[in-house]
């Protein structure tokens, strides 16, 4: 009962936070879009700390973490360095030197592509929990499983602070848990 007490305190501090702090911006980057701003919630310490620490929790049993372009970054390194594995920055596309593992996808407002290295890193067989800021109409982060996937990974879990469920990117992704701090 301790373990399901503290995770129930710990989410309900971290989408406090999360409520508390997000800046909202009406067409931002286009119009139509409206822009959950996390800085915020990243530039204060204890509601940065609790997103960390409610993340860590989704997947203990993960060996790395892949945070993606760019507010994931600072997730997973934020999350790496409390579980005590690696983190991979998943990158957009030209970011990095070839050979690289690429995937294209569209999101509310345009198409892009993501990028992971194919070499000098070995991810056969990793256990990766894969951390986005927001999940809206879900291919950045369906794409970033498929990275990791096509290189032999397997992800475990998948963690976003703010999930626009309206926009149904859950229904994009695979079978693996996908955990939200805040459900709009």
């Not at 700390?49 to 860590?56: G, H, K, P, Q």
């Not at 892949?66 to 600072?74: E, T, W």
Request: with cysteine.
């Amino acid at each position: 009962m301790a373990d399901t007490d503290d995770a129930g305190a710990r989410n309900a501090k971290a989408e406090e936070s999360v409520q508390r702090l997000t800046r909202w911006h009406d067409d931002f980057p286009t119009p139509g879009v409206r822009f959950a701003d996390l800085t915020p919630v990243f530039a204060d310490a204890e509601g940065f700390r609790s997103v960390l620490d409610c993340f860590a929790a989704t997947a203990p049993e993960a060996d790395l973490v892949a945070g993606v372009d760019a507010r994931g970054f600072l997730l997973g390194a934020g999350v790496a360095a409390i579980l005590g594995t690696g983190v991979v920055a998943v990158r957009k596309g030209g970011k990095l030197p070839p050979p690289v593992i690429s995937r294209e996808y569209t999101l509310e407002y345009g198409s892009a592509a993501l990028e992971i290295p194919a070499d000098g890193i070995d991810l056969k067989g990793r256990k990766v929990l894969l951390l986005d800021d927001v999940l809206a109409t879900g291919g950045t982060l369906a794409a970033a499983a498929e990275l990791f996937i096509a290189a032999g990974a397997e992800v475990v879990a998948a963690a976003v602070v703010l999930e626009l469920t309206f926009l149904e990117g859950r229904a994009k992704q695979g079978s693996y848990p996908l955990h939200s701090i805040v459900k709009l």
